[in-house]
């Protein structure tokens, strides 16, 4: 997988009828690593990203009979997961939980054997708002019975919006511009006077979509929201979102479907343009050039805005790209040599209002005696964060953690990190976020092919959106699209 | 100009004491065009983009003696400026018109012998709000009394918060993360109850920034606003930033500045990526590979996010470019037989709440019998009719034109339109836009050089952003900077 090589052994029949350009030179398309001014090499369909869309639609081709190459850019596949070590434990740097409705990951788990553990949440969560900490079991936050039902309220009215959106047409919902040309700290500041109410929906809006509530309209909330069954789904660790983890990684799925790909899947292949005529399409990196009869790019929008397309992309399409950015998140893995929170009855699990760091979950290690906390800086904490030092990070952090756990929580045995914003090939996390605005100017061209290139990614999904399963159902959804036009 | 050769020929001895590498291959570069893989030509500072603002800096950096090559990714110089024909005559499909305080663009055009004449402006005004046509001689829109009072209530507050403003660090404003997290749409709302007011200021928001309301920040409207003078000067026409425009073109400035650089200007030649060492910038084209002691970029940050930077950007700059987008606008030229609105005594000035078109002025052609519109669709308008054909366009801006002119406007003699969303190289226009949020958490990036590549380009200049004379401004700045390191 590691050398950039022609993944054509099993070239098939099947679509040569509108492979004219492709067939032609597929003879040639069987060589090693192609320097500058080497032939291209033929497939039927070129891949972009070896994230868990892109290897989704690699392998789905393949079952149909197609031959696929997969381009990734970066030197690892995985996209926005990825394993990392804390205490010799492998962990994820990158996306991480599942959830019980989350069929296609879960689906892919059980085939690969992959298992997975309960989110650890015994004990009591900690919640630091408006200036005061406090301390409760279970999914329901300790707010004043005024402010619990004011936040129910809001809560409602967003899923009440939520249920009714067309997810792959969020711009046809009644009301739809004006909720799109509002920010949600514009929507907060005036659908409640509860400041606690407020500031933990802040906390949600930063955890969620790694933006501040003044980065992000109330309707660009919607569709994520929608695709992940509400609010609480989102929010919640048991039964939730946040249900369970997987051992020794959910990146190692993403590397068996690599795997299984073999020489399909290539390394170091930035791909700087693609180029599309009524023939085919033509995909050159700076691993080589692959010739297809259809290209599909899993790279977030405005990651995939920086490839270089001829013709160039349609103004609706461009413009998508320009108005969508990815979320600000840093990911922290903390190790210690025990738990010493569930000790105090303490679950591990913070939200704070206020934090360089917003969130927090107990990590379990089974087998281990080790302890691990895994944390977020999001929004605002990651923008504020994101220039300075590892080292400077970790002092904060630990100083944060020693607020709400204790003085044991100065003295980790280690500490890993993952800057999203400064990985060069996907510049953020947990997902591209519409600008206010962006859904209604330009919204149908998130999903739609341009010509022979199609989009498939987790912002293109229609469930799960920003998570691992909407990157699995997109790359099924997009494959399906193009076996139906290589067979036509 | 045409062909991509080496610009050399008065290479200089200044700043070769940072220039070990260039230096050191200078011989290597008088070739000709350079086929993939042919050796790079060395100069002083590498400038990409060869609109006003990076013809000002090669000029500037040439009078200082230092040695420069140009980029232009386009097939013609002037950037976000170009010269087209209706009915024989030379106009502007880009930017256009000067005010009486630009003094940058003054200064050129009175360098280059370019005259300018007064915007036509007699007769009355035609402002279509709320459903009700005006009509009104002066900038004074007629509005009721108290609506006029409350509309000069809603400027004084943004020209209060922009004479405030540092311009360059518009974060520091007292208050910034409340304006720059609601939409102007949003403060309209809460600002005011009078709708023509709110109508007037969404045209206002759309005529001058290309965007509707909720898709710029109150924060985003400042620094544009303040650089220009304040609300009323942006607006205007006689002493405002529209008071006059140029015989022939504006453009021409840039084709003459272009001309006298000479072989340092290479057309075609889209930079694909920036690698910067300790000991200088490489810059790779699809004309040739370039070497310099700095590298220039002066596309807008949406733009040059496109380009592969080696080391990858930090994150904040990224962030900022990917926060940025560019303006919805289509300009169009209409030329009729006669200036028949003139004789109706219409100045042929029309602002519009509805219309496709959201904005027109006449637009005259000296020395001629013709009658000329200008007009703009504009932020939604744009928007809605980008994807549509020019047909479907033309036969949309005539019937508009008739409702408020009369029916001589349906049988006009040419037409001419440039859609900037559909230039693969402007993408867009007048201006990139900062995303609500953006300013606050990612500002600092917008002008500040990293390592040895610089900014310049209208976005970042310190007077009339967004207008030609930001951008000289931005030139003659960043050239200096430039200067400065070259001389250590």
């Given at each position: 997988m590691k050398?950039?090589r022609?993944?054509l052994d099993?070239?098939?029949a099947?679509?040569?009828g ?9 003879t040639?398309s069987q060589?090693q ?7 291209p090499?033929?497939?039927d369909?070129?891949?972009v990203?070896?994230?868990f ?13 197609a031959?696929?190459v ?6 690892r596949?995985?996209?926005?997961t990825k394993?990392g070590r804390?205490?010799?434990q492998?962990v ?5 939980w599942?959830?019980?409705k989350?069929?296609?990951l879960l689906?892919?788990?059980a ?6 553990s309960?989110q ?5 969560n900690i ?5 005061k900490?406090?301390?409760?079991e279970?999914?329901i936050?300790?707010?004043?019975p ?18 009714k959106?067309?997810i ?6 009644e ?7 509002q ?7 005036s659908a409640?006077t509860?400041e606690p109410v407020?500031?933990f929906f802040?906390v ?6 790694c933006?501040e ?18 609010t609480?789904p ?6 939730g979102?946040q249900?369970a983890?997987f051992?020794?990684?959910?990146w190692?799925m993403?590397d ?5 790909l073999?020489?399909?899947?290539v390394?170091?292949?930035p791909v700087?343009s693609i180029?599309q005529?009524?023939?085919?399409v ?6 080589g050039?692959w010739?297809?009869?259809?290209a599909?790019?899993t790279?977030?929008?405005?990651m995939a ?7 160039p992309?349609p103004?609706q ?5 320009q ?14 040599a025990t738990p010493?929170w569930?000790?105090k009855?303490l679950s591990?699990?913070?939200f704070?209002?206020h ?5 927090w979950?107990?990590?379990a290690h089974?087998?281990t005696k080790l302890?691990?906390l895994?944390g ?8 504020t964060w994101?220039?300075?030092?590892p080292?400077?990070?970790r ?5 944060e953690l020693?607020?709400?756990?204790g003085?044991e929580?100065?003295?980790?045995i ?9 990985q060069?090939w996907?510049?953020g ?5 519409p600008a206010p ?6 919204g ?8 022979r ?6 912002e293109?999904?229609?469930v ?6 909407g990157?699995i159902?997109?790359g099924e959804?997009?494959?399906a699209?193009?076996?139906?036009r290589?067979?036509?």
């Open positions: 050398t950039p022609s993944g099993r070239r098939a099947l679509g040569l509108v492979l004219g350009a492709t067939a032609a030179v597929a040639r060589g690593v192609a320097p500058s001014g080497a032939q090499r033929a497939v369909v070129v891949v990203g070896a994230g869309a892109g290897l989704t639609v690699a392998r789905n081709l393949r079952k149909a009979g031959s696929v997969v381009l990734e850019a970066d030197d596949v995985g996209g926005r394993a804390v205490a010799g492998v994820d740097l990158g996306g991480q599942v959830g019980p989350q069929r296609h689906a892919l788990a085939e690969l054997g992959v298992k997975s309960p650890y949440v015994d004990g009591k919640l630091d708002l408006v200036g900490e406090l301390r409760y279970g999914e936050p300790p707010l004043e005024k402010d619990l039902e004011e936040f129910a309220r809001l809560t409602a009215e967003v899923d009440g919006l939520a249920a959106l067309d792959a047409a969020p711009w046809k919902l009301g739809a511009s004006a909720l799109d040309h920010t949600v700290e514009s929507w907060l500041q409640t509860s407020r500031s802040r949600f809006t930063r955890a969620l979509f933006v509530p003044g980065q992000i309209s109330m309707l660009g909330l919607l569709p994520m929201t929608a695709a992940a069954g509400g609480g989102m929010l919640a660790t048991r039964g979102s249900d983890v051992a020794g990684s959910v190692q993403a068996r479907m690599a795997s299984a073999g020489d399909a899947v390394l170091n292949a700087r180029t005529t009524e023939r085919g033509t995909v050159t990196s700076e691993a050039v010739t297809g009869a259809l599909v790019v790279a977030p929008p405005p805005a920086r490839i270089h397309y001829t013709p992309m103004p399409r461009d413009a998508l790209t108005h969508m950015a990815m979320g600000d998140v840093i990911k922290v893995h903390v190790a210690y010493f569930r000790d009855g591990g699990q913070i704070s209002d934090g360089a760091t917003c969130l979950f107990d990590m089974p087998g302890g691990g895994v977020f800086f999001v929004g605002g904490g990651a923008q994101v220039e300075r030092t080292e400077e990070r002092a904060r952090v630990l100083q020693a607020g709400y756990l003085p929580a100065r003295t980790p280690d500490y890993a990190e993952q800057v999203w914003a400064a060069p996907q510049r996390g947990y997902v591209a976020v605005g962006a859904l209604t100017a330009y149908p061209a998130l999903r739609g092919p341009v010509g290139i199609h989009w498939a990614g987790t293109t999904a229609d799960y959106i920003g998570y691992i399963d990157a159902s997109s959804r997009v494959a699209d193009c076996v139906k290589l067979r036509p």
